[in-house]
T-cell receptor, first 110, second 115 residues
């Protein structure tokens, strides 16, 4: 699976959009971009995933650049409950497990 | 609602004892996974199963075993617990192995301490 690079930490004001970047310059054509988050002491929570098109669901939007070498997870109206570690994972469709890096610790400020 | 549960949530045991951690899912998912999470290592894959009677080793399988006798359960056994196995253990499940339906959903975790 391709490696990812994320900033170790970010702050965002409550009510604002949180934009979390991820670089995956070695991604190959059959690899998906997944985003998970882990709130303290809980199991990882699936957020969204995509292949090459932008995706949106009730939690977030995923913007993937045209060359697929980077992506951005957008939480449109961050709340204090969105404080968590966010993991960007690049994974081929036939990979067995998920490979978690260090992620980005997002802190939502009141 | 369908869900994935783990038990116990906390366990303290002694070195050398056999320990079994339970994982139960009600989604009727074919695939189930066990991970451990340690500070500085993120989540690492221990074992996984793609269906009844199927089991496979992951990245850190030494000292662990699993068995899959039905779709709903994948218990993780530590044959002889060691202090290095003190960790938080997460179970996950997914529907299929292909495309958009292989998203993994995680349980709440079991915190295991081996003294």
């Amino acid at each position: 699976d391709a490696k990812t690079t994320q900033p170790p930490s970010m702050d965002c004001a409550e009510g604002r959009a949180a934009n979390l970047p991820c670089n995956h310059s070695t991604i190959s054509g059959n690899e998906y971009v997944y985003w998970y988050r882990q709130i303290h002491s809980q199991g990882p929570q699936y957020i969204i995933h995509g292949l090459k098109n932008n995706e949106t669901n009730e939690m977030a939007s995923l913007i993937i650049t045209e060359d697929r070498k980077s992506s951005t997870l957008i939480l449109p109206h961050a709340t204090l409950r969105d404080t968590a570690v966010y993991y960007c994972i690049v994974r081929s469709r036939y990979a067995d497990g998920l490979t978690f890096g260090k992620g980005t610790h997002l802190i939502i400020q009141p | 609602d369908a869900e994935i549960t783990q038990s116990p949530r906390h366990k303290i045991t002694e070195t050398g004892r056999q320990v079994t951690l339970a994982c139960h899912q009600t989604w009727n998912h074919n695939n189930m996974f066990w991970y451990r999470q340690d500070l500085g290592h993120g989540l690492r894959l221990i074992h996984y199963s793609y269906g009844v009677q199927d089991t496979n080793k992951g990245e850190v399988s030494d000292g662990y075993s699993v068995s899959r006798s039905n779709t709903e359960d994948l218990p993780l056994t530590l044959e002889s617990a060691a202090s290095s196995q003190t960790s938080v253990y997460f179970c996950a499940s997914s529907e299929t192995r292909t495309g958009s339906t292989d998203t993994q959903y995680f349980g709440p975790g079991t915190r295991l301490t081996v003294l």
